[in-house]
Each structure stands twice: as structure tokens, then as C-alpha cells.
């Protein structure tokens, strides 16, 4: 067993532990469960996507062949294996771009409603536009640009590094992931700064809010690791942790209304006769 698989469990029960919380806070908040918003419903398959990701990772050979392994020496059953391996690191790949690009749509909706009549609305939907065409430019580069014809993504062997080890993507990915992710967390940031709640509630909301920061640094290991040791598990961990902690990220500033009804706890703000 590798530390993967542990760890997976563990994320993937906290994580769904708080999606649950989440959603029968906005039960509460909302008064009905009809009322329920698109992001509400995404960050669902997000959760189930990511498990589904890991699991196949880490069981699967693919067409990534190291350097002292001698093709010529593959048996027709380890061929076969390989491709249909490299078929399923296609499908995990997506599946993950798809999921990190989703908490994110669902952070930006999530904005947009807080920043509803106020100017930094112009900045929520200024980075939605980055990240739709983000996503678009990038899937564009992957599926029909970096590794040409599109089969080779599957071969064994291939022939370009493109196809196997897909560096080009894996920078692309890297900037465009980075860099909307610096926006995205930038966003709440004033507005808490200019709310008026007590210090110890702002001083949790940024907690929530900066975990994003490690989304970010995990991001970045993700793609170190994957250069330098890309026959190892170590990006793989990394791989886990990004998509994990960005689900937290928008989760958790979801769950005050049940924690608050749970515990009778006071409203965010100071008591006034509202």
C-alpha cells in the first residue's frame, strides 16, 4: 500500500463530510432544498471525479516508459496493458482539469453573489472571463495541438515526449491554473478587510479564504514533481492534495448557517435590531 492510498481515504471522507455540511447549510439558509444554486450541485460530481482520479492513478502502467525499460521486451500482454493505461490517464488528466476548473466556477459564483451591487463585481466577473478562456485555450492546446494524431496519446511507444510525459500541457496548466487561482483568492480579500465583523470572525473567514494559498503552493509541487521524478508517487500526492484542499476552499465559508443553528451560536456580525 502506498501513502496514496491512505491518504486518499482520508481526504476524500473529510472532504465529503464537509460537502454534506455544506449543503444542509444552504438548506437552512435558503429554506428550501429546490432552492439550491448551480454551484451547489457541482461541487457534488467535483468530489466524486477527484476519488475516481486517485484510484486510477495509482493503479495504472502507461505509455510514460522510463528510460532503462526496453520496449523490444515488452510482452503483448504489457502492451496492451499500457494502452489501455494510457487510454485511462487520458480520461484521469481531463477529469481532474475538469474538477479544479469547476471549484473554481463554483468560488467565482459564490463571489458574485457577495459582490452583488458592489464595484468589485467588475473584478469577479473580469477574472470568469480569464478563467472560461483559460480553460478553452488550454483543453484547445491538449486535444488538438501538443501531441498530433490524436491516438499517439495512447501508443506504445510514442512519437513525441509530448504524447507521453505531455510537458507542453503541464506548463500550460501550470499558468493558467496558478495564475486564475492568485486572482480568484485576491477577491475576498478587501471585502473582509472593509467588513464590519468582529476580528476574530474576520481572522477565520481569511483562514478559509487563504487555504488557497496552499492550493496553490500543492499546485506547484503537483508540476515540480512531475518534471523531476515522473516515474515516481510524489506528484501524485501533490496531484491529491491541490484538488482536495480546493474543494475545502469552497466549502468550508458555506457551513456557518448550521454550525451557527447547531450551537446557537451569534451572527457574524454585531448585534443590532435587524
Same mark, same amino acid.
Given at each position: 500500500?502506498?501513502?496514496?492510498?491512505?491518504?486518499?481515504?482520508?481526504? +476524500?471522507?473529510?472532504?465529503?463530510?464537509?460537502?454534506?455540511?455544506?449543503?444542509?447549510?444552504?438548506?437552512?439558509?435558503?429554506?428550501?432544498?429546490?432552492?439550491?444554486? &448551480?454551484?451547489?450541485?457541482?461541487?457534488?460530481?467535483?468530489?466524486?471525479?477527484?476519488?475516481?482520479?486517485?484510484?486510477?492513478?495509482?493503479?495504472?502502467?502507461?505509455?510514460?516508459? *522510463?528510460?532503462?525499460?526496453?520496449?523490444?521486451?515488452?510482452? @503483448?500482454?504489457?502492451?496492451?496493458?499500457?494502452?489501455?493505461?494510457?487510454?485511462?490517464?487520458?480520461?484521469?488528466?481531463?477529469?481532474?482539469?475538469?474538477?479544479?476548473?469547476?471549484?473554481?466556477?463554483?468560488?467565482?459564483?459564490?463571489?458574485?453573489?457577495?459582490? *452583488?451591487?458592489?464595484? +468589485?463585481?467588475?473584478?469577479?466577473?473580469?477574472?470568469?472571463?480569464?478563467?472560461? =478562456?483559460?480553460?478553452?485555450?488550454?483543453? %484547445?492546446?491538449? &486535444?488538438?495541438?501538443?501531441?498530433?494524431?490524436?491516438?499517439?496519446?495512447?501508443?506504445?511507444?510514442?512519437?513525441?515526449?509530448?504524447?507521453?510525459?505531455?510537458?507542453?500541457?503541464?506548463?500550460?496548466?501550470?499558468?493558467?491554473?496558478?495564475?486564475?487561482?492568485?486572482?480568484?483568492?485576491?477577491? @475576498?480579500?478587501?471585502?473582509?478587510?472593509? =467588513?464590519?465583523? @468582529?476580528?476574530?470572525?474576520?481572522?477565520?473567514?481569511?483562514?478559509?479564504?487563504?487555504?488557497?494559498?496552499? %492550493?496553490?503552493? *500543492?499546485?506547484?509541487?503537483?508540476? +515540480? +514533481?512531475?518534471?523531476?521524478?515522473?516515474?515516481?508517487?510524489?506528484?501524485?500526492?501533490?496531484?491529491?492534495?491541490?484538488?482536495?484542499?480546493?474543494?475545502?476552499?469552497?466549502?468550508?465559508?458555506?457551513?456557518?448557517?448550521?454550525?451557527?443553528?447547531?450551537?446557537? &451560536?451569534?451572527?457574524?456580525?454585531?448585534?443590532?435590531?435587524?
Amino acid at each position: 500500500m502506498t501513502i496514496l492510498e491512505p491518504e486518499s481515504a482520508i481526504w +476524500y471522507s473529510l472532504c465529503w463530510m464537509v460537502v454534506i455540511t455544506r449543503s444542509m447549510s444552504r438548506r437552512l439558509h435558503l429554506g428550501r432544498w429546490r432552492y439550491l444554486q &448551480l454551484d451547489d450541485y457541482l461541487i457534488f460530481f467535483t468530489n466524486t471525479v477527484v476519488m475516481v482520479c486517485m484510484h486510477f492513478i495509482i493503479k495504472t502502467s502507461s505509455n510514460l516508459i *522510463a528510460p532503462t525499460d526496453d520496449i523490444s521486451k515488452f510482452s @503483448p500482454e504489457e502492451i496492451r496493458s499500457r494502452i489501455f493505461g494510457s487510454k485511462l490517464v487520458l480520461i484521469v488528466e481531463q477529469m481532474q482539469v475538469v474538477t479544479v476548473w469547476l471549484v473554481k466556477t463554483c468560488l467565482l459564483l459564490l463571489y458574485k453573489r457577495m459582490t *452583488a451591487l458592489l464595484p +468589485y463585481q467588475k473584478f469577479v466577473i473580469g477574472t470568469a472571463i480569464y478563467v472560461a =478562456a483559460g480553460f478553452v485555450v488550454m483543453e %484547445t492546446l491538449y &486535444l488538438g495541438v501538443w501531441c498530433r494524431p490524436f491516438s499517439q496519446y495512447w501508443a506504445v511507444p510514442t512519437n513525441s515526449v509530448q504524447c507521453s510525459a505531455a510537458r507542453n500541457h503541464l506548463i500550460t496548466n501550470a499558468v493558467l491554473n496558478i495564475s486564475s487561482d492568485m486572482m480568484i483568492i485576491v477577491i @475576498p480579500i478587501p471585502i473582509l478587510l472593509q =467588513a464590519r465583523l @468582529p476580528k476574530k470572525n474576520k481572522a477565520a473567514l481569511m483562514g478559509v479564504f487563504l487555504l488557497g494559498i496552499f %492550493t496553490i503552493f *500543492a499546485s506547484i509541487l503537483n508540476k +515540480y +514533481y512531475s518534471f523531476t521524478h515522473p516515474f515516481g508517487l510524489e506528484w501524485t500526492v501533490w496531484y491529491l492534495r491541490e484538488s482536495y484542499t480546493s474543494i475545502l476552499c469552497a466549502n468550508l465559508p458555506l457551513i456557518y448557517p448550521l454550525v451557527q443553528r447547531a450551537f446557537n &451560536l451569534n451572527s457574524w456580525g454585531y448585534k443590532s435590531n435587524g
